[in-house]
């Protein structure tokens, strides 16, 4: 019922930024709680960063506090993440989801857009 779609991936010098951006559209039976995922070649799937309905309470991995930043606009529908000091080792799929176990639902991921950062 929930498609996801990223955008704004791309390369990108070490130590540059970049606005990923994910638009939510179909039926929902309430405000998913909203997060981004990343997985590199060879690697599994790891946690980003989270964050509620409400907009609060955000939640980041130890690998990018205090370079990445997790916002929403439910006016919008769309959940952003703002990376800076980008590092080589943030190379990676980035990939939004949205869960809504806690009301009754699943969990939705979005294609994923490529984040590539040379040295």
């Known amino acids: 019922q929930v498609q996801l779609v990223e955008s704004g991936g791309g390369l990108v010098q070490a130590g540059g930024s970049l606005r990923l951006s994910c638009a939510a559209s179909?039926?929902?039976?309430?405000?998913?709680?909203m997060g981004w995922f990343r997985q590199a070649p060879g690697k599994e799937r790891e946690f980003v960063a989270v964050i509620p309905w409400s907009g609060g309470s955000t939640y980041y991995a130890d690998s990018v506090k205090g370079r990445f930043t997790i916002s929403r606009d439910n006016a919008k529908n769309t959940v952003y993440l703002q990376m800076n000091s980008l590092k080589p080792e943030d190379t990676a799929v980035y990939y939004c989801?949205?869960?809504?176990?806690?009301?009754?639902?699943?969990?939705?991921w979005g294609q994923g857009t490529q984040v590539t950062v040379s040295s």
């Open positions: 989801n949205a869960d809504e176990r806690s009301r009754g639902g699943i969990v939705y």
């Open positions: 179909g039926r929902t039976f309430g405000v998913a709680t």
